[in-house]
């Protein structure tokens, strides 16, 4: 089995930064996806920002210049740095990630608050 665990949500005004985490842990063989997704109060689950094993990333035009993703491969481990957060930025964040194990899955984070507002 595998467990994604997220971290790094939180209350932030307009115009600050978090940076969330998200570390994938059980019997993996190799991650070739991993992302970031968010929902806000009454709306579709949305693309953030994907990233591949080798580096390529896909970022929202949303987003685009405010948030970059990142990840370490040694531990499974994908990132979210978040700047410049607006109250449009107010969701649920999830993280996702295609899994090569025995088989081939895509797993979902939890889920973590991020609220922008002052």
């Known amino acids: 089995q595998v467990q994604l665990v997220e971290s790094g949500g939180g209350l932030v005004q307009p115009g600050g930064s978090l940076t969330l985490s998200c570390a994938a842990s059980?019997?993996?063989?190799?991650?070739?996806?991993m992302g970031w997704y968010r929902q806000a109060p009454g709306k579709q689950r949305e693309l953030v920002a994907t990233i591949t094993i080798g580096g390529s990333t896909n970022v929202a035009d949303s987003v685009k210049g405010r948030f970059t993703i990142s990840r370490d491969n040694a531990k499974n481990t994908v990132y979210l740095q978040m700047n410049s957060l607006k109250p449009e930025d107010t969701a649920v964040y999830y993280c996702n990630a295609d899994v090569r194990s025995y088989g081939r899955r895509t797993y979902w984070g939890q889920g973590t608050q991020v609220t922008v507002s002052s």
């Open positions: 059980g019997s993996i063989f190799s991650i070739n996806v």
